[in-house]
């Protein structure tokens, strides 16, 4: 317990030291006074804040502003448009473009209320565009907000191939639910028809995340933004032609939540044509960040796997009898489809058909490496997430979680019912099936689930190796221990809470707590019978996935972070587990 004070005061003195950097305000071309800046948020126990966590925030935002002057170099450099056809194309130029305007829209911080951190805050590409701070990922599992330190609830999902899931809708045949985006699914796409550009527009105005207090103030930001004419080439001139009441800038730099605004949404106070057209732009900016997350810098098709299935790779003795694995005994492949194995196969030389042997060949040279559905994995509850600390009201009169550990995540069940913490549900048809999704999160890709800084080669103790964390609670913090509970969760269970396994029992080794959420567990995993060479094996085939090896990921060496070593993969990480016990002291 001294050690717990020890990080607590030194934590809360960083914290302090740090208020001018974190809060100094950066408004362009506007000359308005702002509000003034908002007490650090800290109700938070030792061991869930860390204590590197303002020199870490400082580090992230110096290498989003980097990919952002790389970015606006490439604008530079765009050919100008040659506007053709009818309907009308930017002949030649409009792919990049819009896709360059995506990633200066995503690595650009003023589209947050304090405008300290941009979406790539969340989502670097040296991490697979997840979280990118491993000391973050070791503990409080979501990423401190605008607003520090507001934090969510769960990790930070991967931007890569997010945009190939479809818009969500419920399959009757199979009694469940395809597509959407967000771990919960509630970004479905029903109005622009895509759910990876609906998923853009949920965390600048998130209170817990970018913080903006009305989605037109994102369009306010972008009209001062120093892109304006791309956004204008691209989507067209006039589309800030918006009356901005005066008082614009000073509602856009109080938080969301606050209690001055009443829990309204649109603070900003325009008229029906104007907030229309902000509307409109704000669709827009969904769009475009969805462009560049399609666009081969994101999602890149570029892994060993893929060479594998042009005939340019041969894959190791292990990374073969880990695919194998992947496919066979551990049956991985059921969720996270690999594209293979089509019966009857095609004619020789590719397959033997008219014989009906499957051999595995290749149905999807691009396989996504997931089926879109959602799974209860039974997952314990991580005591470590910042949330359920969030109890007491911030400085604008926010409390983030007024029910603390009670807090059930439900994820799919609570978006169904509209409920707290998620969105509203658009279609009243899904409100049904609520009970029966409760506790199934998104079957997310197993594409770049290992990618890492090329400095830090692995997500494997003892490295050097890049601290990530995986599932939507963070529970899981190497590759090893994801197989190995996927392996045994079954073999292993024990009627307790995190951080309370019986004497002569290893946490996430011979010890899994009790799920989070009991009911609709996915029962086709949990007893597996591999050994822990095979499930080594298969954490070598996940490797393969890593986007970067036919051509260099783009900005994949931009972390200036330190990497981690020692230690071993099976208990990598426990060393930062809090005992749910004490979230009750």
């Known amino acids: 317990m001294r050690q717990f004070r020890l990080t607590a005061l030194a934590t809360t003195c960083a914290a302090i030291a740090a208020v001018t950097f974190i809060y100094s305000p950066n408004v362009y071309g506007e000359s308005e006074a702002v509000p003034a800046s908002t007490p650090i948020y800290n109700p938070y126990p030792p061991g869930v804040l860390p204590t590197d966590i303002v020199s870490e925030i400082q580090r992230v935002r110096r290498e989003e502003n980097k990919v952002e002057e790389e970015a606006i170099d490439e604008w530079n450099a765009l050919t100008p448009p040659t506007v053709t056809g009818n309907p009308p194309i930017q002949q030649n130029t409009g792919t990049a473009a819009v896709e360059t305007l995506g990633k200066l829209l995503n690595f650009d911080e003023h589209i947050s209320v304090k405008q300290n951190i941009a979406c790539s805050f969340c989502h670097m590409p040296y991490a697979g565009y997840s979280g990118p701070i491993p000391s973050v990922n070791l503990s409080m599992v979501a990423y401190p907000g605008s607003v520090h330190f507001r934090a969510g609830k ?109 829990g309204s949404a649109t603070p900003v106070h325009l ?134 550990f009670d807090f059930t995540d439900f994820g799919l069940g609570t978006f169904l019912r509209s409920g707290f913490g998620s969105a509203p549900n658009p279609n009243s048809t899904w409100t049904k099936y609520a009970a029966v999704s409760d506790g199934k999160m998104q079957t997310s890709t197993a594409r770049n689930v290992a990618l890492t800084p090329r400095k830090c080669p692995t997500t494997e103790a003892p490295g050097p190796y890049f601290q990530k964390e995986f599932f939507h609670n963070g529970y899981i913090k190497s590759l090893k221990q994801l197989v190995h509970f996927y392996n045994t969760r079954d073999v292993y269970p024990f009627d307790v809470e995190s951080g309370n396994c ?64 020692g230690g071993d993969a099976s208990t990598q990480g426990n060393a930062s587990i809090i005992p749910a016990v004490l979230t009750r002291h």
Request: charged letters at 20%; a negative charge; glycine letters at 8%.
């Open 154 to 262: 769960r990790t930070a999902q991967r931007y890569t191939y997010a945009p190939f899931f479809p818009v969500l809708q419920y399959n009757a045949v199979q009694g469940a639910f395809f597509g959407g985006n967000f771990w919960d699914s509630r970004a479905t796409g029903y109005l622009i028809r895509s759910a990876d550009a609906e998923q853009a527009q949920f965390p600048p105005v998130d209170p817990l995340e970018m913080g903006m207090p009305d989605t037109a103030c994102i369009v306010y930001r972008l009209s001062k933004a120093k892109y304006r004419p791309l956004f204008e080439q691209v989507w067209g001139a006039g589309s800030f032609d918006i009356n901005w009441p005066g008082n614009t800038e000073h509602i856009c730099s109080t938080p969301n939540g606050a209690s001055q605004f009443g």
């Open 271 to 404: 008229s029906p044509e104007d907030r229309t057209r902000a509307n409109t732009v704000y669709n827009e900016w969904g769009l475009s960040i969805d462009a560049f997350e399609q666009s081969v810098a994101v999602s890149a098709f570029s892994s060993k796997f893929d060479a594998f299935l042009k005939g340019n790779y041969t894959m190791t003795a292990d990374e073969m009898a880990g695919y194998n694995l992947f496919r066979g005994k551990g049956n991985c492949n059921s969720c996270h489809l690999d594209g293979r194995s089509t019966a009857p196969t095609p004619p020789p030389p590719e397959g033997t058909a008219p014989g009906s042997e499957d051999t595995g060949a290749a149905a999807s040279t691009t396989p996504l490496f997931t089926c879109f559905g959602s799974a209860n994995l039974g997952l314990p509850k991580n005591a470590a997430v910042a949330f359920y600390y969030e109890t007491t009201p911030d400085a604008v009169g926010l409390t983030p979680n007024p029910e603390g």
């Open 502 to 565: 019986p004497k002569g029992t290893v946490e996430k080794v011979t010890c899994w707590p009790r799920p989070e959420v009991p009911q609709n567990m996915d029962m086709t995993i949990g007893q597996l019978h591999l050994t822990d060479q095979e499930e080594n094996q298969i954490v070598k085939f996940l490797e393969t996935l890593s986007d970067g090896y036919t051509t260099p990921f783009p900005d994949a060496d931009v972390y200036t972070g330190a990497c981690m070593t």
